[in-house]
């Protein structure tokens, strides 16, 4: 922690030395035995006082002294006036003054820190990766998740942060509560407590907290006065005692108990016993349960572990996070026209059944356009899941569309492809999120970031191990917009997945995509054409003919249509249904002859006569243009709405209400057969109906300009203040807004989009005018402006995405980079220093890289290096969007490169982390301090590794950048690298030199990150390149107990092939062995004990690994284990003995074979006291019935429950307190913390327990 300033008042007065005083009087401060400053001299007062302005540093366990001194007349000595000390931790309350007293006892000094609050978001943002990290390794079915006070303390602090958050500006003691809870936390996160005591402490606190966080308006309890202090206080004591129980200069500590045993009763005993006290009271002012005995702790920290990991797992959260897009709506448009019986050639052909039996497979089918392939690959896909319900846990399945007749482009890449399969195959692999992807998210932060591709590919690699075989099916790869990705992907994937993969794609005859499958060796090629789909269109004719629509023609007339239109398909059924819709316009038989006689060649010319045939061409062009180039799916009612804006006028198009089409489905006439309609969203019929439309009828420019200046028509239309009230909003949206505007939505989300890309047509008059009307000047009300920007708002749920409501109408025309409206803004006088918004307008012009913009703005007097928004300065928001060539304007204006604001701190951090290489190097020209740490993010070469840009991170070091630099969450950039798996980066680093054996901050070592991470590619490079496999990271561990606690086989095998000691201790589990045994995974258990991990070896929580092992109930490493000669019956770790530990979680088959192997039931210690004691206190009537056969004593007293009758009577476990009864255990056996079995059922209040006891002869007892 840090302070501000510290004040310093000598108390009891000073004595005079002589009349003819010079400034004599002075202190000095000493830091942990470091003189910090010497204050100045002052002349005699009764009550000297000094203050220090300086940042002052110092930690809670630190020593701070202060000397009281007098200086002689001489100058050549001083005399001691008073000499006080005291804690860092007594200092933790900002502005409060403390008394310190001298050698002799007496108050003397009197000290005031004012402590400068620390942002907790990073921290906590370790707290809960390390917290997800210990759920993972945990295992979800494991009852032994705690492992270590930060594993307790880890929860407290993530109850409380809400709790600081809401109330530390009233309520002060709230910060010194955070500071000593997180400094606690730092000391303590990898400690064991031994002691009881500590344990039920942190145990109470948690609950107290818990209660606390979860009361709304917690400041207006009835009945209460200052609970948020008396919470804060708590918090503090309770953290103070545990702190100071793992003060690092403690060292190896005897039992707690004995150490304060020898004290008074006013000391650290009675503080605990009075906070425990207060923690009770606390929770039951809050209405809520309180923990009554201290075994409780091992066994409620695996609800909380269950808790965290019910949050990293919980599908719905990482399934918004991956945010794949919904393929569902082109299947279900592709089996819509599917026709029964057609695609049976392909289905039942020997190609396709081969496919799905050769493991390893890829099959192409490819055909011209309108030839019928999406409708055959939707005939397989339905194929393919008939065939994988039949195993569904062995197999796996996903499939994509990539739907260029869908209005999202972002829907056409190969992000968006490898996302969908990755969320379809976890919904295929059971009732878990899989492993790979709950990794994947933890990783990215839980959540707070997207993943990289190749996270996302890795990701995907492992899903599809889990499965036996997989059917992944792709259609139409040439509508991809990322083909080459793609294609890169698909080789790599065949090659390395085990052949298990089948892989299925169709696609245009590209030039491109037959060369990029050449390679494969599995190859199967499927032509779609006549004569393989000439059946296809009979079956699809005769089903057209026999509708009522052609009852009009005679058998001769449809098998003359049914001759033509087979004979002029080319195999395309899209052109043959044309055709079919076309006969609509003939009335007679000579129509007929005449239509058929004449019919188009191919799809454009079928395209060009329904354009020659409309009735409403510019509407037709119209609805068209939205179509392909709309941002989004279409409504039909919002479609409909975009006709009721009228450019026929001459002047600016205008939105005009009479307009509008009475039933908007009949729009759907205008374009018959060049869209489709689905549950009310309009989309083109087919792919080529894009191509003809760009080809032919409009351009995009030409189409976003229209779409622009619809949507302005549209906004401006709201110029009164009672079509939409904002100042007040109603919720029902749908009723105020949806329905009387369908449009109005979609215009105000979209419009900038649009205009932007109309660029050669954005400086047309209407444009600019229409610019001009929503951008009013300030003296002049604009309800359009008010509308979109409440109207975009709602739409939008990044916050960082959402506009100001505050912000200059100079602000948003400079966002959106119109330059005519800001010149003419700039004309009329608008305010240019302006900053009621969180961006100023030269910030807006600079993120987005409108470059004439910025010049203007700079012309006009902007101040280039203005401070806050979201960025920091002009300049930060150019970096971090890589805008070069703004940037160099703003630094030719005097852009100060250094100033240190934002999220990265300095401007080359900001382009380092976006990967700007042209940027940063700009940067480096200007002078940018390559080694600046300003932030909180690291230096820029730590920035560029950590979000694996490669070539930024070359270019940092050829300037002068320090590759073994600290700094950020991870420590040095190899840290960052390592952790998030930039294998290039890190070969980079380690070839320039960087020390691969250097500790970070979070994970320890370069390889410890790697290996916490599971990046083996990188943990294997790092071994070759000399990285020491034993040296112990921040938490003891190495990386090989690292790797056998997350049961990485591969890893813990290459880390044994390295030179890593099997039998190294470290961690909260001991050894590797103790680790595995945890979480049960065998096969590495098995690979340590080959390699000699030492079965018998007592470290850690659990003492050995059998005991381990018999707590989470791993009956197959158990049975491995005695079978290695693990010794039963050792009395080690928290539950006392295997037996106990087996006994309290349930594990009846382990209990079994334990006994079976010479347990004894009746061995006393641990939490509980027997194994009876541990079965009856969880009620597992099983184990406890067992035990009792075996003729274990069951009136045993031992531990804080006493008697196991008294353990299942405070738990409230009736069916074990009776069997304990039937068996004749004594009723009135006394003993324990609550002295019978009859109070120990009052206490738990379990009045069911309380009569069954006094039926069977429980004595009331004073």
């Known amino acids: 922690m840090f302070a501000t300033s510290v004040d310093i008042r000598v108390l009891g007065g000073l004595q005079q030395s002589h009349k003819n005083q010079k400034p004599d009087h002075y202190v000095v401060m000493k830091i942990d035995g470091t003189k910090f400053f010497e204050s100045e001299k002052v002349l005699y007062t009764p009550t000297p006082h000094w203050e220090h302005r300086n940042i002052i540093q110092f930690k809670t366990s630190s020593i701070i002294e202060i000397g009281l001194y007098r200086q002689s007349s001489l100058r050549v000595w001083w005399h001691t006036v008073a000499e006080c000390s005291g804690r860092g931790i007594d200092f933790v309350e900002s502005g409060v003054e403390r008394v310190l007293l001298d050698k002799s006892g007496k108050p003397r000094l009197a000290l005031k820190f004012n402590l400068a609050a620390d942002s907790h978001v990073d921290f906590m943002r ?199 897009a919904d393929i569902s709506p082109s299947y279900n448009a592709a089996r819509k026209k599917h026709q029964f019986g057609t695609g049976s050639w392909f289905l039942n052909g020997s190609q396709f059944s081969q496919w799905k039996a050769q493991p390893g497979s890829v099959l192409w089918l490819y055909g011209g356009p309108g030839s019928g392939k999406t409708i055959l690959c939707s005939s397989a896909i339905e194929n393919i899941i008939r065939c994988c319900k039949s195993q569904p846990i062995s197999r796996g399945y996903a499939y994509f569309f990539f739907d260029g007749t869908r209005a999202q482009p972002e829907a056409l890449t190969y992000d968006t492809l490898i996302r969908s399969i990755i969320t379809q195959l976890s919904d295929r692999s059971g009732d878990k999120i899989p492993d790979a992807l709950a990794d994947m998210y933890d990783a990215c932060d839980a959540g707070h970031r997207q993943p990289l591709e190749t996270q996302l590919e890795n ?239 409009a351009s995009e420019e030409i189409s976003h300009s229209l779409i622009a200046q619809t949507c302005l028509a549209h906004l401006l239309y709201f110029d009164q203040p009672t079509l939409l009230d904002w100042e007040n909003p109603s919720s029902n949206l749908r009723r105020h807004v949806d329905l009387p505007f369908p449009l109005a939505r979609y215009a105000a989300s979209y419009w900038v989009y649009h205009f932007r890309l109309s660029s050669a047509h954005a400086n047309c008059p209407s444009i600019q005018q229409l610019l001009l009307n929503l951008f009013k000047l300030p003296s002049i009300p604009s309800y359009p402006l008010i509308t979109w920007i409440h109207l975009h708002n709602l739409d939008v749920h990044d916050i960082a995405e959402k506009l100001p409501l505050d912000a200059s109408r100079l602000y948003y025309a400079s966002l959106i980079g119109s330059i005519h409206a800001v010149q003419h803004l700039l004309n009329n006088s608008a305010d240019v220093g302006r900053e009621s918004c969180d961006e100023a307008a030269l910030q807006a012009a600079s993120s987005r890289g409108h470059i004439k913009i910025a010049k203007l703005l700079l012309e006009n007097g902007v101040d280039v290096n203005a401070q806050g928004g979201n960025y920091g300065t002009a300049l930060h928001a150019a970096s971090s969007a890589g805008h070069r060539g703004v940037a160099q304007l703003l630094l030719d204006n005097g852009a100060d490169i250094n100033v240190q604001i934002g999220l990265y701190g300095t401007a080359l951090q900001a382009a380092s982390a976006g990967g700007h290489l042209q940027v940063v190097r700009l940067m480096l ?82 390889l410890q990150a790697a290996s916490t991470r599971n990046h083996f590619e990188i943990a294997k490079l790092l071994l070759e390149k000399g990285a020491d496999p034993n040296v112990k990271g921040l938490a003891s561990e190495t990386a090989l107990y690292i790797a056998s606690s997350q049961g990485r086989l591969e890893l813990t095998t290459l880390l044994l092939e390295k030179g890593a000691e099997v039998n190294a201790q470290g961690g909260s589990h001991g050894t590797a062995l103790h680790a595995a045994s945890v979480a049960g995974h065998l096969n590495i258990a098995q690979l340590l004990l080959d390699k000699g991990a030492d079965a018998n070896m007592e470290a850690g929580l659990y003492g050995t690994a059998l005991q381990a092992a018999s707590a989470g109930g791993h009956l197959e490493l158990v049975k491995v284990l005695l079978e290695r000669g693990a010794k039963v019956n050792v009395e080690e770790g928290i539950y006392g003995t295997e037996l106990q530990a087996a006994s309290s979680s349930g594990h009846l088959e382990v209990v079994k074979l334990l006994l079976e192997r010479g347990a004894d039931a009746n061995i006393q210690g641990g939490d509980y006291g027997t194994a009876l004691h541990a079965a009856s206190a969880e009620g597992h009537f099983g184990v406890a019935r067992l035990l009792l056969d075996t003729g274990v004593d069951a009136n045993i007293q031992v531990g804080d429950y006493g008697t196991a009758l008294q353990a299942a009577s405070m738990r409230g476990h009736v069916q074990v307190a009776r069997l304990l009864l039937n068996e004749g255990v004594d009723v009135n056996g006394e003993g324990g913390f609550h002295g019978s079995a009859l109070k120990a059922a009052r206490a738990g209040n379990h009045p069911e327990i309380v009569q069954l006891l006094r039926e069977r002869g429980a004595i009331e007892s004073q």
């Open 126 to 324: 370790v707290v809960d990766s390390n917290l997800s990290r210990t759920a993972r390794i945990e295992g979800a079915g494991s009852i032994n998740a705690i492992a270590t006070i930060g594993s307790q303390l880890g929860p407290v602090l993530q109850k409380i942060v809400p709790i600081i958050d809401k109330f530390t500006a009233t309520h002060p003691i709230l910060s010194a509560a955070w500071i000593v809870l997180s400094s606690t936390y730092k000391i303590a996160q990898y400690q064991i407590a031994q002691d009881n005591a500590i344990r039920v402490l942190v145990e109470t606190l948690r609950e107290m907290v818990g209660a606390a966080s979860s009361v709304p308006d917690l400041e207006n309890i009835e009945g209460t006065t200052n609970v948020i202090d008396e919470i804060g206080r708590t918090s503090l004591e309770a953290a103070k005692l545990v702190h100071d129980y793992f003060l690092p200069s403690i060292g190896k500590k005897p039992s707690f108990i004995a150490r304060v045993a020898k004290h008074a009763p006013s000391s650290m005993s009675f503080r605990i016993t009075q906070c425990q006290q207060q923690c009770t009271e606390l929770i039951q002012k809050l209405d809520r349960r309180v923990a009554m005995d201290a075994r409780r702790v091992s066994i409620d920290t695996n609800a909380i572990m269950h808790d965290v990991n019910a949050r990293i797992n919980d599908e719905s959260k990482i399934h918004e996070w991956i945010k794949a």
């Open 459 to 697: 990701t995907l690699a492992r899903i599809l191990e889990t499965f036996d075989s997989t059917y992944i099916v792709i259609d139409s790869l040439d509508e991809c917009m990322e083909k080459a990705d793609v294609l890169q992907w698909i080789r790599a994937l065949t090659s390395e997945s085990s052949g298990k993969l089948h892989l299925m794609l169709t696609s245009r005859p590209e030039p491109e995509i037959e060369r990029g499958l050449a390679s494969l060796s599995n190859l199967q090629k499927v032509l779609v054409r006549d004569p393989s789909t000439r059946d296809d269109i009979v079956i699809y004719l005769t089903a057209r003919l026999q509708s009522a629509e052609m009852d009009k023609w005679d058998e001769s007339e449809k098998n003359m249509i049914q001759t033509a239109f087979v004979d002029g398909s080319d195999g395309m059924l899209r052109w043959v249904a044309l055709q079919v819709d076309a006969l609509k316009e003939c009335n007679s038989k000579l129509d007929l002859q005449t239509h058929l006689g004449s019919l188009p060649r191919g799809l454009d010319e079928t395209y060009a006569r329904i354009f020659q045939r409309s009735k409403h061409p510019d509407y037709l062009r119209t609805l068209l243009s939205w179509l392909v180039f709309c941002k989004r799916p279409m409504m039909v009612t919002e479609l409909a709405e975009v006709l009721a804006v009228d450019f026929s006028g001459g002047g600016l198009p205008l939105y005009r209400p009479e307009r509008r089409y009475k039933r908007p489905a009949d729009i759907l006439g205008i374009c018959y057969g060049l869209v489709t309609e689905f549950e009310g969203t309009v989309q083109l019929a087919h792919f080529s109906v894009k191509e003809y439309f760009i080809e032919y009828i």
């Open 925 to 1006: 020209e200007k002078g940018a301090d390559a080694n600046a740490e300003a932030g909180k993010s690291g230096a820029a070469l730590y920035i560029a590794a950590l979000f694996g840009h490669l070539e930024v991170a070359k270019l940092l070091l050829e300037n002068g950048a320090y590759a073994n630099i600290q700094g950020g969450e991870y420590g040095t950039a190899l840290h960052a690298a390592s952790s998030e798996g930039h294998l290039k980066v890190v070969e980079m680093l380690l070839e320039k030199g960087v020390n691969a054996d250097l500790e970070g901050d979070i994970y320890g070592t370069a």
